[in-house]
């Protein structure tokens, strides 16, 4: 698991498993990422960095890797010209998802305008 200041002595003893999974998607970007690979199943760096307007480059790349190396995403590397990477969710990330939608749901019933209607839960990821 990638190391981040959510991970010492004093954070870890007050509440184990929140901290853990605060040091794995403590990123700015991390939910959002897991999002759009869940409800596009697979996607490309060009298409998450169009999606998420407002981060860098340098960012992507590290909030992915990150990912990865916590279990969430996988990449896949395609030897081709030019080349071509995917990023698709593990077991572990899709095991996730039920999380997202709740998220999702609970953040559009008490966080947005009246009436507001998400698209991307009829598609249900």
Known sequence: MSRN???S???????VPMSSLQ????????ILILWYVAFYK??????LMRRLDGITQSTLTRQLRELEND????????REIPPRVEYTL????????PILNLMMEWSEANLCPDGYHNPYLEHNP
Do not use: D, P
């Not at 279990?71 to 590397?77: A, D, K, V």
């Open 71 to 78: 279990g969430f995403l996988h990449r896949e590397i395609y």
């Open 42 to 47: 697979v996607q490309r760096f060009g298409e």
């Open 9 to 15: 002595e004093k954070s870890m003893a007050q509440c």
């Open 90 to 97: 593990t077991e572990m990330g899709n095991s996730f998802v």
């Open 23 to 30: 040091a794995v998607l403590g990123g700015k970007w991390k």
């Open 5 to 7: 200041k959510f991970q």
